[in-house]
């Protein structure tokens, strides 16, 4: 079992920058890729971006392309998404993912085997 914990999420006016954490414990010693959803109030969940274990392999949704960066510290066993020019159509619940498949930088909430419980992201205009 994986045990994920995100941070970094609050408040921001738009056009600001964020940098959201997630925190894996337990069995860490596999190898996985990770990966970072949102849902906002009365949507589905989304897809926002994805990095492969190794990092050499990252993936992103179009709407978040050229704004967000994500990363990744395996000897911290970590993995970051870097926000900036937020929109309040970013506004959203983020969660961490994490995939047994470890080159997988993918969109499919099916693949990922482990979830964190999520961090709170408000954009305001």
């Known amino acids: 079992q994986v045990q994920l914990v995100e941070s970094g999420g609050g408040l921001v006016q738009a056009g600001g920058s964020l940098r959201l954490s997630c925190a894996a414990s337990g069995r860490t010693n596999s190898r996985y890729a990770m990966a970072w959803f949102r849902q906002a109030p009365g949507k589905e969940r989304e897809f926002v971006s994805a990095?492969?274990?190794?990092?050499?392999?990252?993936g992103y949704a179009d709407s978040v392309k050229g704004r967000f960066t994500i990363s990744r510290d395996n000897a911290k066993n970590s993995v970051y998404l870097q926000m900036n020019s937020l929109k309040p159509e970013d506004t959203a619940v983020y969660y961490c993912?994490?995939?047994?498949?470890?080159?997988?930088?993918?969109?499919?909430?099916?693949?990922?085997?482990?979830w964190g419980q999520g961090t709170q992201v408000t954009v305001s205009s």
């Open positions: 993912a994490a995939s047994q498949l470890n080159y997988y930088t993918g969109s499919h909430g099916d693949q990922y085997d482990y």
């Open positions: 990095i492969s274990w190794s990092g050499a392999s990252t």
